[in-house]
């Protein structure tokens, strides 16, 4: 079944430090990549998806990241942190393995950004 | 923007007794979907809904669970004997389209259900 890693599952950073968390998933084939972002008493939003072309993505809020199949990575990356940046963050994908329906979660990053 | 809103926030039910956890997915959305983190653990998927009836579920969605889309608005789970285990946080979702069609779920809040 299709599994994804995020490397690191706290991070502590100060503010305007750069970012970069990691980010693979087990399967190849046709997907469809995902970042979710939880902010401390809300829901989950959408950060980021890559389905198809190019593979450097651009989200909300100054976030980007990387497609490279190769690697089966996805890493998300953000050039300055600020202090609303302190949130969970969430790898997700979904196909082929395991079906389309359904996406497939990371275990979760923490990220504390100190002012 | 609209949003997915599930009631309640908090759920705390004697173990072995029936909940429903209640979901109003965005409006114009087709296809709906629960998932449950428990505490420390992945987000993990338990079903998908499509056109009345269900598209996709996961091991974990066994007999206990079910499903309905009682009328045009709510989207409902109901965990009929529950069990100490059940104990999670439940996110409905609901997208667009499917996978391919380049529409991404749309979360709630979540139920933190407690079972004593």
């Known amino acids: 079944a299709q599994s994804v890693s995020q490397h690191n599952h706290h991070v502590i950073l100060s503010e305007a430090a750069s970012l970069e968390l990691g980010c693979n998933y087990s399967y190849g084939g046709t997907v469809n990549l995902f970042w979710y972002v939880q902010y401390p008493g809300q829901h989950l939003q959408l950060l980021l998806k890559?389905?198809?072309?190019?593979?450097l993505v651009k989200g909300i809020k100054g976030f980007e990241a990387e497609f490279i199949k190769s690697k089966f990575s996805f890493n998300l990356r953000k050039p300055s942190v600020q202090w609303s940046d302190t949130a969970e963050y969430f790898c997700?994908?979904?196909?082929?393995?395991?079906?389309?329906?359904?996406?497939?979660f990371g275990i979760g990053t923490k990220l504390q950004v100190i002012p | 923007e609209p949003e997915v809103t599930q009631t309640p926030s908090h759920q705390v039910t004697q173990m072995g007794q029936e909940v429903i956890l209640r979901c109003v997915p965005i409006s114009n959305h087709l296809y709906f979907y629960w998932y449950r983190q428990i505490l420390g653990q992945k987000v993990e998927f338990l079903v998908s809904f499509y056109n009345n009836e269900i598209s996709e579920k996961s091991e974990i969605f066994d007999d206990q669970f079910s499903v309905e889309r009682p009328d045009g608005s709510n989207f409902t789970l109901k965990i009929r004997s529950t069990k100490l285990e059940d104990s999670a946080m439940y996110f409905c979702?609901?997208?667009?389209?499917?996978?391919?069609?380049?529409?991404?779920?749309?979360f709630g809040d979540g139920t933190r259900l407690s079972i004593l």
């Open positions: 997700a994908v979904n196909g082929p393995s395991g079906g389309y329906q359904k996406v497939t």
């Open positions: 890559y389905f198809s072309g190019d593979p």
């Open positions: 979702a609901s997208s667009l389209q499917g996978a391919f069609g380049n529409q991404p779920q749309h």
